[in-house]
């Protein structure tokens, strides 16, 4: 049977209390409603009586994994409901040896879509990880048009393409939220963030704002698991998942089908090599 947006809120809730009764966690990681109708936010529901504040709706937008990390070495298990995306950001967060397995309790929730355009583009609707799943699996589709963007931006002159980045950056104020967002930016310490000479420059021009941003796409290109947090709460709205798939599109090319997340314990490809690996470039 196909249940109700309201069906599955309340088994959420349910399994939420089930899982604070037990005594072996300390908190549910979901979302509740805010002011704004169209507008949730992250809660951690500590009680029983806060799991009734806990909601499922379509504007449930904000990734849940990486709250994870607020707490690297629990006395209890976090429980923490999870879509596809979440599911594919806690194994990541797993593979990265940041979370470990047993310190969770996953909530798997199937997703239909939610208010964010990049959920058109989801291949992972349902969980690909979890302790309890709420709800029936929804149908998957395999996304057709992954690189279609990239491909189109391919087309353009390298004078095209440098100018369009350009502008993009000159936008970038140095915000670090895309990073913050990011659960494949788990570094306890950002390089961004160190005071060393010769790293990173903390002013918000051109030149500095590319570094960043070109040196970000390269540590997680690999890693990325295509949620799309970073651009969402970009607040100049810079495209930076097109940057992300051109990595993404070019290991493809480079080593065949490659999605990361996956319920395995795959290194990501930029992280390992062959020694017969092709060194034309030497």
């Keep these: 049977m196909a249940y109700t947006k309201e069906q599955i809120q309340d088994m ?13 966690v300390s908190a549910v990681v979901g979302w509740t409603s805010t002011r704004f109708a169209d507008k949730t936010k992250p809660f951690f529901a500590e009680t029983e009586a806060e799991c009734d504040l806990l909601v499922w709706n ?10 994870a990390l607020d707490d690297r070495y629990p006395e209890k298990k976090l429980a923490v409901i999870a879509r596809g995306c979440d599911s594919r950001a806690i194994n990541r967060l797993i593979q990265d040896k940041q979370v470990k397995r047993e310190n969770l309790y996953i909530i798997g929730v199937p997703c239909d879509g939610k208010d964010n355009p990049i959920c058109k583009e989801c291949q992972h609707k349902n969980p690909l990880t979890f302790d309890v799943l709420v709800g029936e699996e929804v149908e998957e589709q395999i996304n057709a048009d992954r690189f279609a963007e990239v491909l189109a931006f391919e087309k353009l002159t390298p004078d095209e393409r440098y100018d369009y980045w350009a502008k993009q950056y000159d936008k970038c104020i140095h915000c670090y939220a895309c990073r913050n967002a990011c659960p494949a930016c788990n570094c306890i310490e950002c390089y961004a963030d160190q005071y060393r000479t010769g790293w990173q420059g903390k002013a918000a021009d051109r030149e500095q704002n590319q570094v960043y941003g070109l040196t970000r796409v390269f540590h997680v290109g690999d890693r990325c698991i295509e949620c799309g947090e970073c651009e969402r709460v970009c607040p100049m709205d810079l495209p930076i998942m097109r940057q992300t798939r051109k990595m993404l599109k070019d290991i493809n090319d480079l080593f065949g089908d490659y999605e990361c997340g996956m319920p395995n314990d795959s290194k990501p490809v930029l992280g390992e090599y062959k020694l017969e690996d092709p060194d034309e470039f030497m």
């Design 12 to 24: 959420i809730r349910q399994e939420a209390k089930k899982a604070l009764a037990s005594g072996e």
């Design 58 to 67: 379509e504007y449930c937008v904000n990734g849940t994994a990486k709250y």
